[in-house]
């Protein structure tokens, strides 16, 4: 039985800072109360990156606020995370991080079938002109919208 995704968080300055050339799901290791705060929709992804560090992939600065019936338990906010990935997917990503000046960048935390996971994404830095041109065509788009619509 296939159950539904629920998005958790959706990092959309990734999208506007990076050129996203490809996506890659991969599980993280979570304590008790991180997966509860995750549960509870308490995250934020927008300052967070990946890195390789030996055979492993980290996120790092993914703040997780702490549970509030956590107590003495509670986790540290933004405590670097091991992310789960198959030893040729890690492999692969390290080559291009490494050779190609890629980055890692947390693109959606979801829960899928009661497990969470985040949609890693490999992705190119934007110049200022290209910002620039993504925002003018996104506004050319949305004055043709208008214009079909009052046809």
């Known amino acids: 039985m296939k159950r539904e ?18 996506t890659i799901e ?22 967070a990156y990946a890195r390789a560090e030996g055979n492993e992939l980290w996120v790092l600065n993914m703040h997780i606020s702490p549970y509030e019936q956590g107590n003495r338990f509670n986790h540290e906010p933004t405590r670097r995370r091991k992310l ?7 492999n692969r990503l390290i ?3 490494q050779q190609k000046g890629y980055t890692l960048v947390p ?4 829960i899928r079938n009661d497990v969470a ?6 992705a190119r830095g934007k110049h200022v002109y290209d910002k620039r041109e ?3 065509s996104r506004d050319a788009q949305r004055q043709i919208a208008r214009a079909v619509r009052r046809i």
């Open 5 to 22: 995704e629920k998005v958790i968080s959706i990092n959309r300055k990734a999208y506007h800072d990076y050129f996203v050339d490809e």
């Open 134 to 136: 993504a925002i003018a």
């Open 26 to 47: 991969a599980g993280m290791v979570l304590t008790g109360t991180e997966i509860k705060s995750v549960r509870a929709g308490r995250v934020n992804l927008r300052e």
């Open 107 to 110: 693109l959606k935390l979801y």
């Open 95 to 97: 080559g291009k991080v």
């Open 117 to 122: 996971k985040l949609e890693l994404g490999l």
């Open 84 to 90: 789960l990935l198959h030893r040729d997917q890690i």
